[in-house]
Structure formats: C-alpha cells, structure tokens
C-alpha cells in the first residue's frame, strides 16, 4: 500500500471551498501554507511580477490520489489564468515523528 503526496498551488479565493470539498472526502489531513510566486500568470503592474496564493499538501493512499486532485481541480477552477497547479508525487516512506512508526 503506496502512499502519495498531493501538492496545489491555488487562488486563495477558493481555499475554503477547496477545504469543504476535501472534508467531504474524508480527506485525513492537510497542511496549507501561503505562498508568493508567478509562472503561467505573473502580475506585470508589480515590480517583482509576483502573485499570491496558496499551498495545499496531503499525504494520502495511492488509490486516493487522483480523486483528490480531481477534487482540487473542480473546486479551485475558475477558467482564468493563475487558477493554479496540482502535482502527485510518489512518496517512497511516511513515518510518525512521535511514535517513529511508518504509516
């Protein structure tokens, strides 16, 4: 049994729809950092062409990792450049810091 993690960088406009749809999904936890960055749509009236969003991580079961991201997808799409990204990465071990057991 594999585990994945599922990395989103979105709108922060959407978080908290993005947040309700994985509750929905008894999606076991996440982590949300705020971020600052340009790629695909830089704001060109700033200095430094940067533009502020949000980071979404979840360590989730292989076979549940395209549902989520499905689920990103769908909540954070709002059809305008900048909507953001989401990539699935392998994750080759998962420990708890407290007990040091792997997942």
Known sequence: MGFCKVTAIIQSTVLEKVEKALRTLNVPG?????VKGFGEYADFYKSDWMTSHVRIEIFILESQA????????????TGVEGDGIVAILPVMELF????????
């Open 96 to 103: 708890h810091i407290r007990t040091k057991e792997k997942f």
């Open 66 to 77: 395209n549902e989520i991201a499905d689920v990103i997808m769908r909540e954070a799409h």
């Open 30 to 34: 996440i982590s949300v950092t705020k």
